[in-house]
């Protein structure tokens, strides 16, 4: 089973909400974010109105980009460069290495983002004034996306969201369990996560993480059916529900994609149809409409056919996603 892990029995249009333009995305940024408040996390982005799954929230430029290993020196001098008014907006950005480094560094290494892609030999990072305050969650609900053409970082939503309701990505991977995952922010951002799920009781907590380690076998286990069909399908549909009740959207993509393998195997090219149009829809807010990974999903929705693995296994129906 090929596996697409970056990142909905009809055919009909999609429902994925995206700003199309320039002009469209100042609008949103505008009216759909602001800068609050949220202990005990300090401050936040928080949603000033109901945000559709999949909106464009923020397209964002950094201020700085530079090598993620930048040393205190090198950020002064690439600060000397900014206006009076972007340094004092820098520093007064959250330092979490206080004492640990020097604070020009201990900002950067606070709010930076990795920019992926934007050269192959040497990662870059950058420093971003609003979209640092975006705070980290276990159970995101904004995904993020680094132009490389137009140095833009693109952040969506994941899922429909409230007025009121904080909007995070994830700072470290999430499949872990919450002792796990404290343990990765705090090595590198040096913070205790103090998201909504690893602030859960014990008890609830303890139900999330067997969640989350049964999600991250499922992974494996459907990979490895690649060719019993409706095993593969079993596990997936699991994984599927596990994830609802996490509410880890960004994944979905994954299963979806290999339930339309299964499918095309069989030649099951309707229910094909269903699960790739759910893998792009996910694709959309995770990467963006316009991401290779959303284009090939599209591509696939419109002639499942083309895919190499097409009738490489006897006929038989297998089954579409719910909802
Ligand atoms: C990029 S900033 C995010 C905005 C920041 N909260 C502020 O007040 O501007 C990162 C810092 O926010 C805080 N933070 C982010 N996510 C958090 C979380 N899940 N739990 C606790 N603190 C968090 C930590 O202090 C971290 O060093």
Redesign the pocket.
């Known amino acids: 089973m090929e596996h697409r892990n970056s990142p909905q029995a009809s055919t009909s249009q999609p429902s994925i909400h995206s700003a199309s333009s320039v002009t469209d995305i100042e609008e949103t940024e505008e009216e759909a974010l602001c ?1 609050q408040d ?1 202990p ?5 982005l928080v949603a000033t109105r109901k945000i559709k799954r999949g909106e464009l929230l923020l397209a964002d430029k950094p201020l700085l980009i530079l090598s993620p290993l930048s040393s205190n020196s090198t950020l002064l001098v690439a600060l000397s460069r900014c206006s009076r008014e972007q340094q004092q907006h820098f520093f007064s ?4 290495f206080k004492g640990r480094l020097l604070p020009a560094q201990g900002i950067f290494e ?2 930076a983002l990795l920019l992926p892609g934007s050269n192959s030999q040497h990662e870059n990072a950058g420093v971003f004034l609003l979209a ?7 159970a995101p609900n904004v995904s993020k996306c680094w132009n490389p053409a137009l140095r833009i970082m693109l952040f969506r939503t994941l899922r429909d969201v409230q007025e009121g309701e904080e909007l ?1 990505f994830n ?1 470290c991977d999430v499949l872990g369990t919450r002792e796990q995952r404290r343990e990765d ?1 705090m090595e590198e ?7 909504t799920v ?1 602030e859960l009781d014990d008890e609830q907590s303890k139900v999330s993480d067997e969640r989350r380690k049964t999600i991250s076998r499922l992974f494996d286990e459907v990979a490895a059916c690649g060719r019993e069909p409706t095993l593969g399908m079993r596990k997936i549909k699991k994984a599927l529900r596990l994830l609802q009740e996490e509410h880890l959207v960004h994944y979905e993509a994954s299963f979806y994609y290999d339930a339309f393998q299964f499918c095309i195997m069989v030649s099951d090219f309707m229910n094909a149809k269903a699960w790739i149009r759910r893998a792009w829809e996910v694709s959309c807010c995770t990467s963006g409409p316009d991401s290779d990974v959303a284009r090939m999903f599209k591509l696939y929705w419109a002639n499942p056919r083309a895919h190499h693995l097409a009738g490489t296994l006897p006929k038989t129906i297998l089954c579409g996603p719910e909802r």
Do not use: E, H
């Open positions: 800068v949220v005990p996390r300090g401050k936040g950005l959250p330092n979490s606070s709010n640092s305050r975006f705070n980290s969650s276990c995070c700072y922010i951002r040096n913070f205790l996560c103090r998201c690893c």
